[in-house]
Nanobody, 115 residues
Framework: QVQVVESGGGLVQPGGSLRLSCVAS????????MGWYRQAPGKQRELVATITSGGRTNYADSVKGRFAISADNAKKTVYLQMNSLKPEDTAVYYC?????????WGQGTQVTVSS
């Protein structure tokens, strides 16, 4: 079993920045994919960014050049640095740990971009 816990959400003005953190615990293997997803009210959950244990990253087109995902394997933590935030980035952001058919989701952290 793997558990993930997100933190770092909040209210920020357009153009501002936030950094989300996701700490994983439990039976973590050396090969995995971790990622950030988001769900806005009335919309489906969508991928934001993923990172593999080998450091390969993938981003949604809507966040490329503004968001950066990184990982600290020693701390079992994945980060999402979000810059130049827009109102349309407002959503609940969820962390995910995946290994093969196993997937673990966090409870989510709210990010609100508003003036």
């Amino acid at each position: 079993q793997v558990q993930v816990v997100e933190s770092g959400g909040g209210l920020v003005q357009p153009g501002g920045s936030l950094r989300l953190s996701c700490v994983a615990s439990g039976s973590i293997f050396s090969i995995y994919v971790m990622g950030w997803y988001r769900q806005a009210p009335g919309k489906q959950r969508e991928l934001v960014a993923t990172i593999t244990s080998g450091g390969r990253t993938n981003y949604a087109d809507s966040v490329k050049g503004r968001f950066a995902i990184s990982a600290d394997n020693a701390k079992k933590t994945v980060y999402l640095q979000m810059n130049s935030l827009k109102p349309e980035d407002t959503a609940v952001y969820y962390c995910n740990y995946a290994l093969g058919s196993f997937s673990s989701w966090g409870q989510g952290t709210q990010v609100t971009v508003s003036s």
